[in-house]
């Protein structure tokens, strides 16, 4: 066969990131090693330890701390594997990549498995003729490993090939991240939106990158990539469109309206230059002449989610002047001249006032090309949806994948866009609701900030507002009700403040998540830091804490209000010395849950805000923190601070201890909502992430998001309860914490 190169006009070929054998399989182990342990920590798996004669229970379930590296065994259907593992606090397991391997089961010799391996003394020696082998080696294959373990995990085939594709594709961006990867010194000079794409994803959950719906193309749309692209922009029609922003919400405001569209023409001011806006109003009106939408559009339209009423039509100031001297053709078009003179055109002035009711929004590239040019083909032909064009500014994914910065411009908003893929427990689209949720939650929780000197003075804390968002509804998908849920959530955006706007000279803002980041040298992002800072390990860390936690308390015991915490949703806010000073807080909308009980401190909470936020018990709730903070990020952070800044595990929980213990001492009054959350329990829920995505495939094609609370599976010990702000805690306490209900 002869290779001929491409035609031409051909797409370039795209190249698979990083792309070698060994980097494949370096890859491989390391995800492989938390395959076991992140399931062994859920207990969906049991290795069991080998040749060892001391304290059994004090090496599986140490309360703080790591235990010894000892030898382990899993015996599989397939295969048995072997490592060395340290248990560690909440019973979590630190493996040596290094020492796994794969013992295969006798085979004959058509690689027919005689019988299963009888135990870890199962060595029969090599028949020399190859029949009965037993084959021992470096373990690095995940996917292999799932075959060999499927029985123990008890999924079906359907399950386990769709948690092979998850696997498959979190081990290629893995691998794009090793060839990429950069020295600790260079990543902390990264400024937030770059440091973004050298994260390795959410700690706890193991197909983190599945991003089922993206292809090779897709890759460059991920964070690893660090490659900017450009968004396209739509119009859409009143009918299937809806806008709602933070000025519409708030007291005295009618409950449920959606926002005046004059807000949407501010809107796009502020994110577009006047030429871009100039021209996308220019395609705009010459496809409402050429198409001339059906009058009964709004009947037709009447069963578009509704989680607010619908827009009332009022005059607004126009998006652009889409007046004679104001229609420009586009730099990409034909010669201006060649074209009729706009003055000749009377039909682009006659639509000039029904131009001015359409929503504007952005649309992720991918978006654009899988799923409204196919899914909205109606709309598009019938001036329902008009295409405006590319706008100019260059955007960069953060680790959420649909969440996008704008590189060029900073200052102007994030943008979190409808992107339907798959990642980790759920699509990724963006409902009506949502988009309504968003400004109505950011306001009164900046309400609440403003409002509160201890917020607002003390710790300084940011809520990232959402100040806007849009959503267009589908008319087939939107008269199913009972279609999955993300065929209703198609086409929408959250307008995002940056993290960027709220900064002052010398400041640096990066996610609570990165500094979980080691780089290529070996050397943590975070030990960088503490060098930088000139401060002692212990000090930067109490810096940290005394950031992070006292403002996530006060929300949660004042006014009931939960976040979801997790590193990616925490920005830690540095100063010029490169100490943790203050966090903004991201993710609002439906994420932010309630209290539930009587908390007079948010009487004043507009019910359009309160509509959208779910209520649990304090016990619940607790969670945001015991499992969101602790569980969730503090879990890896307290080895690595062990490992890489020389601060033992037993001293990183005092020092979150005492920040806890401070604000508590600092907030008497709110003693009985301390009792009530309760985050020193000796024990608590284990929340099983893993679990609930890697068997749940079944809950993807619902007509509504899971609204449950997280899957819980037996119980972790607290090791915030186990020591005191100045030291140890009593035996009582150990041995409290020490106890593991299954």
Request: proline content about 9%; overall charge negative.
């Amino acid at each position: 066969m002869t290779l001929r190169p491409p035609a031409a006009g051909s797409p370039p070929p795209v190249a698979r990131p990083g792309g070698s054998a060994d980097r494949w399989r370096q890859a491989g182990r390391i995800l492989l090693t938390k395959l076991i342990a992140e399931l062994a920590y859920e207990d969906l798996l049991s290795p069991q330890i080998e040749d060892y004669t001391g304290d059994t229970d004090l090496a599986e379930h140490p309360p703080i701390g790591r235990g010894p590296a000892l030898a382990h065994r899993l015996v599989t259907a397939g295969a048995v594997y072997r490592f060395r593992a340290r248990r560690g606090t909440f019973g979590s397991w630190w493996i040596d990549p290094a020492s796994l391997t794969r013992t295969a089961p006798p085979v004959d010799g058509q690689g027919t498995i005689l019988s299963p391996p009888s135990g870890p003394d199962d060595r029969r020696p090599v028949d020399p003729r190859g029949q009965g082998r037993i084959d021992e080696a470096a373990a690095d294959d995940p996917v292999r490993f799932l075959r060999d373990a499927q029985s123990l995990l008890g999924w079906p085939d359907p399950v386990l090939a769709d948690v092979v594709r998850d696997l498959l594709a979190t081990q290629s961006a893995d691998q794009h991240l090793l060839a990429t990867a950069s020295p600790a010194a260079l990543l902390a000079r990264l400024p937030f939106v770059a440091l973004e794409g050298h994260q390795s994803g959410h700690p706890c959950l193991v197909a983190n990158k599945g991003r089922l719906g993206f292809g090779a193309a897709a890759s460059r749309y991920t964070p690893e990539a660090r490659s900017p692209f450009r968004l396209r922009w739509v119009a859409a029609h009143p009918a299937i469109g809806r806008y709602w922003d933070i000025a519409s919400t708030g007291p005295g405001l009618p409950d449920g309206a959606a926002a005046d569209q004059s807000g949407n023409a501010a809107l796009v001011r502020a994110e577009l230059d006047t030429e871009t806006r100039v021209r996308f109003a220019d395609v705009l009106a010459r496809a409402l002449v050429a198409t001339a939408p059906p009058r009964d559009a709004a009947a037709q339209a009447s069963h578009l989610p509704t989680p607010t009423a619908p827009p009332s039509s009022t005059d607004l100031g126009p998006l652009t002047d889409l007046g004679p001297s104001s229609c420009r053709a586009p730099s990409s078009e034909p010669d201006p001249s060649s074209e009729p003179d706009p003055s000749s055109e009377p039909g682009l002035l006659a639509v000039g006032a029904a131009a001015e009711d359409y929503v504007w929004l952005p649309v992720h590239p991918w978006q654009w090309e899988n799923v409204i040019v196919p899914l909205f083909a109606a709309e598009l032909a019938t001036g329902l949806l008009v295409p405006l064009g590319e706008g100019p500014d260059r955007y960069l994914p953060l680790q959420a994948v649909r969440t996008l910065a704008n590189i060029d411009r900073p200052e102007r908003r994030n943008v979190k866009l409808a992107l339907m893929i798959r990642n980790t427990l759920v699509w990724r689209g963006m409902s009506a609701a949502d988009a309504a949720a968003g400004p109505a939650v950011s306001r009164w929780l900046l309400d609440l900030r403003d409002a509160d000197p201890f917020l607002r003075e003390v710790t300084g804390v940011l809520p990232l507002s959402e100040v806007a968002g849009a959503a267009v509804g589908h008319r087939a998908y939107d008269a199913i009700p009972g279609a999955p849920y993300r065929l209703h959530e198609l086409l929408g955006v959250i307008w995002r403040d940056p993290v960027e706007r709220h900064l002052v000279d010398g400041e640096q803002a990066r996610s609570l998540a990165s500094l979980l980041t080691i780089g290529s040298d070996g050397r943590s992002l975070a030990a960088e830091l503490v060098a930088r800072s000139g401060q002692s390990a212990r000090d930067w860390l109490g810096a940290l804490f005394t950031a992070l936690l006292p403002p996530l308390l006060h929300y949660l015991y004042r006014y009931g209000v939960a976040f979801t915490p997790h590193g990616e949703n925490i920005i830690c806010i540095f100063d010029a010395e490169q100490l943790p000073r203050r966090i903004a807080v991201k993710d609002f909308g439906a994420d932010i849950e309630l209290v539930d009980g009587d908390f007079p401190e948010r009487a004043g909470m507009p019910t359009q805000a309160a509509a959208h936020c779910r209520r649990w018990p304090g016990p619940l709730l607790a969670h945001s923190v015991l499992s969101a903070v602790f569980a969730g990020h503090f879990r890896y952070f307290s080895v690595l601070a062990a490992d890489h800044l020389q601060v033992e595990e037993g001293e990183f929980w005092r020092l979150v201890r005492a920040a806890v213990d401070g604000y508590h001492a600092r907030f008497p009054q709110l003693g009985e909502r301390f009792r009530e959350i309760d985050l020193l329990t000796p024990r608590f829920d284990r929340v099983c992430l893993n679990r609930e995505q890697l068997a749940g495939a079944g809950f993807h094609d619902r007509a509504d998001r899971d609204g449950g609370f997280d899957l819980m599976h037996g119980k972790v010990a607290n090791p915030v309860a186990a020591v005191t702000s100045h030291g140890p805690a009593s035996q009582a306490e150990v041995s409290m914490a020490r106890t593991e209900d299954q």
